[in-house]
C-alpha cells in the first residue's frame, strides 16, 4: 500500500475508547465547556477517540465490580444520566474449592469487601460513557486501530491508523485505503493490557526501565441467564483453589447482575516462565464444581470472551508519560490485585489526565515538562496510594498460594509488607514435558469432552463471543518462518510440549507434527487477548491490530 496518507491535524488523540480515556475526553470538555462559559479567551480542541471495535465498547470484557468513588465526583449524577450499573453489591463471599467441597472464608477484611460497590457490565458501561461523549460533540472514530505512533526527533508526534482492504498477501484490494496519520500535540494511549502502541512507546523511551517485569493473568468469562431463584442480583463470590494447583496464581468469580443474569469467570496466571496453562479449559472445570453447578446449571450461555489483566501493581508501573503522550488505566499498570480492580483508577487516571491536557491547551505548553506534571497528579492521588498499600500483595504468590495468603494476611495489618521478594521468579513449572505432572495434566485434557450445556469446547464459546474479522488480511499474529521451522517444530515442542496450543482462549494455534509448517494459525477467531504475545515462551508471537472493526463483539460482559 502506497504511503501516501491523508493527514488530519488534532489537538488530542484518545488511543482506546475504554473507561479511562472516556473519562479523560469527557472530563476534558468539561473543563473546556466551563471555562468558555466564564467568558475567557476561548479554547477550542479538536479531540478524537480511536475505537478498534466495532463499538465503543465491543472489545471490553470484565467481571467488573464498579467502585463508584470516582465516578461519584467526576458525573454525581450519573444514576440520572442512565448509567448502566447493574445492581450494588448485597451479599458477598470468599470460598476455597477443593475438586467437590468447599469451604467459606468466615471473615472478610476490609479491602476484600465491596459494600457500596455495584455490577455492571464492562460493555454496557463503555458504551454509555461513548453516547454521552459523542453527545456532548467529541469524536469517536471507531472501526479504527492506532497502529504505531509517528515519532520524530524523539518527539511523538501522533498515530497512525489501519490500512483498510489489504489482502493476506499485502495487495491492496479494490477499494482499499491507507490508513490516515492523525496529527496531535497530546495522544493518550489507554489501550488496556499490553498493547501494541505501549510497546512501541516502551520500546523507545524506556518507560519500563528501573521498574518490576509486568506480570499478567488470562481471564475468560461467560455470561449466563439461570433459572430464577438461584441467585439474587448484586449477589457476588470469589474463590481460589480449584482447578489451580497451588503453584499457580489465579480463581474464579461469579456475579449477578439480575435474579436471572450472571457473569462467571476464571483468572489464571500466564507468564513465559510458566506457559502450559489452559485458562479455557480451567474455566470448564470451574464450571463442574458443585457449587457453581449449584447456580448454573440448566442455564443457558450468552456471551463468552477473554482478555489479559496487567497485574504486577505498583512496583510494575511504567512512566506513565514522556514527549507527546501520557498513558492511562490498565496500560499506565493501574489494577489494583488486592481488591480485583480497576475501573476506578482507570477513571482517577483519566481525570488527571484531562487536568493535565486542559491546562497544557490554557498555556499551549505540550512540553515533555508539562505533560510530566500528570505523574505529579497521579502521584498524589488516592488511586496511587491504593495501589502503594497493595504493592506486594499479587508478587507474593508467586512463591505458591500459600505463602502468598500468609503474606496477604499479613499486608492487612501492615500494608506493603514484602516478605517474599518483591516480583519474584517462578521457582517451578508443573507443567513441563517430562513431568509426571504434564502428562496427567494432558491426559486429563485428551479426555475431557465439554456437554454442550455446561461446558464448552473453545469454538463453541468462540460462536458466542461474536467474533468476526475480515478473512482475507494479512494475519496479524506476526511469527517470521524461520522461527517457526526452528523454534516452533524443535526448541518448543521439546521444551514446552507448544504451549500455544493450550494457552489461546480462543483455540487460534494449532500445531500438527506432520504438517508442515506444523503451526497452523486461524487468526480470525482472535478474541484480542493477546495472551499468545505474554505467554510465548520465547518471545516470537508479536501481536499487532488486525483490520480495525474486527475483533469480538461483546454486548452484555
Ligand atoms: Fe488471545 Fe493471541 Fe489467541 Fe488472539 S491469538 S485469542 S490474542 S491468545
Keep these: ?40 479567551t476561548p479554547v477550542e480542541p479538536e479531540i478524537a477517540v480511536l475505537e478498534k471495535g466495532r463499538y465503543a465498547g465491543a472489545h471490553l470484557l470484565s467481571g467488573a465490580i464498579l467502585d463508584p468513588c470516582v465516578l461519584e465526583m467526576f458525573l454525581p449524577d450519573f444514576r440520572e444520566r442512565g448509567c448502566p450499573v447493574e445492581a450494588e453489591v448485597t451479599k458477598e463471599s470468599v470460598w476455597f474449592l477443593s475438586e467437590k467441597r468447599k469451604f467459606p472464608i468466615p471473615y472478610l477484611p476490609e479491602p476484600f469487601r465491596n459494600e457500596g460497590c455495584y455490577v455492571v457490565s464492562l460493555s454496557r458501561f463503555g458504551s454509555w460513557l461513548s453516547e454521552m461523549a459523542e453527545a456532548e460533540g467529541l469524536t469517536i472514530l471507531d472501526n479504527t486501530a492506532a497502529v504505531e505512533p509517528v515519532i520524530e526527533n524523539g518527539q511523538v508526534l501522533g498515530v497512525i491508523t489501519d490500512d483498510k482492504g489489504i489482502d493476506r498477501q499485502g495487495n491492496a484490494r479494490p477499494g482499499a485505503e491507507p490508513g490516515m496519520r492523525l496529527n496531535a500535540k497530546a495522544i493518550v494511549v489507554g489501550e488496556g493490557a499490553r498493547g501494541s502502541i505501549f510497546r512501541q512507546l516502551d520500546h523507545q523511551f524506556g518507560l519500563s526501565e528501573n521498574t518490576h517485569k509486568q506480570i499478567y493473568e488470562t481471564g475468560v468469562k461467560e455470561v449466563w441467564k439461570v433459572p430464577p431463584g438461584r441467585i439474587e442480583a448484586g449477589d457476588i463470590l470469589h474463590t481460589f483453589g480449584y482447578p489451580l494447583p497451588s503453584s499457580i496464581y489465579g480463581g474464579g468469580w461469579l456475579y449477578a447482575a ?16 510458566r506457559p502450559v496453562v489452559d485458562p479455557h479449559y480451567n474455566l470448564q472445570l470451574f464450571k463442574q464444581h458443585p457449587l457453581l453447578q449449584s447456580f448454573i446449571k440448566d442455564g443457558r450461555l450468552l456471551e463468552y470472551g477473554a482478555k489479559a489483566i496487567t497485574s504486577g501493581g505498583y512496583h510494575a508501573m511504567p512512566k506513565p508519560a514522556g514527549p507527546g503522550f501520557l498513558l492511562t488505566g490498565e496500560t499506565a499498570g493501574l489494577v489494583n490485585m488486592q481488591r480485583l480492580k480497576g475501573l476506578h483508577l482507570a477513571m482517577q487516571s483519566g481525570i488527571h489526565a484531562a487536568e493535565t491536557l486542559f491546562t497544557s491547551l490554557l498555556s499551549d505548553d505540550f512540553s515533555t515538562n508539562a505533560l510530566l506534571s500528570y505523574r505529579q497528579r497521579l502521584e498524589a492521588s488516592a488511586g496511587h496510594e491504593e495501589m ?14 500459600y505463602k502468598g495468603l500468609i503474606q496477604a494476611g499479613i499486608s492487612l495489618k501492615i500494608p506493603g509488607i514484602a516478605l517474599a521478594e518483591k516480583a519474584a521468579p517462578p521457582k517451578e513449572n508443573r507443567l513441563l514435558p517430562g513431568k509426571k505432572e504434564y502428562r496427567n495434566w494432558l491426559k486429563q485434557k485428551e479426555a475431557f469432552q465439554p456437554d454442550d450445556s455446561l461446558t464448552f469446547s473453545k469454538s463453541a464459546d468462540l460462536y458466542v463471543s461474536g467474533t468476526v474479522h475480515e478473512e482475507d488480511q494479512p494475519c496479524h499474529l506476526r511469527i517470521k518462518k524461520e522461527h517457526i521451522s526452528d523454534i516452533c517444530t524443535t526448541k518448543c515442542t521439546e521444551a514446552f510440549g507448544n504451549p500455544c496450543q493450550h494457552f489461546c482462549p480462543a483455540g487460534v494455534y494449532e500445531i500438527d507434527h506432520d504438517a508442515d509448517p506444523i503451526l497452523k494459525l486461524s487468526p480470525s477467531n482472535c478474541l484480542h487477548c493477546k495472551t499468545c504475545e505474554i505467554a510465548d515462551p520465547f518471545g516470537i508471537i508479536t501481536w499487532v491490530p488486525p483490520e480495525g472493526g474486527g475483533g469480538p463483539c461483546y454486548r452484555s460482559s
Excluded at 439480575?258 to 516462565?273: A, C, N, Q, R
Excluded at 499479587?394 to 505458591?400: D, H, K, L, P, T
Design 1 to 40: 500500500m502506497s504511503p501516501e496518507r491523508e493527514s488530519l491535524d488534532f489537538d488530542i488523540v484518545f488511543i482506546g475508547a475504554g473507561p479511562a480515556n472516556l473519562t479523560a475526553a469527557l472530563h476534558l470538555q468539561h473543563l473546556v465547556s466551563r471555562h468558555n462559559a466564564k467568558g475567557k
Design 388 to 401: 502503594y498499600k497493595a504493592r506486594n500483595y499479587r508478587q507474593a504468590f508467586e512463591q505458591g498460594l
Design 258 to 273: 439480575s435474579d436471572t443474569e450472571i457473569s462467571l469467570g476464571f483468572v489464571t496466571s500466564v507468564e513465559p516462565e
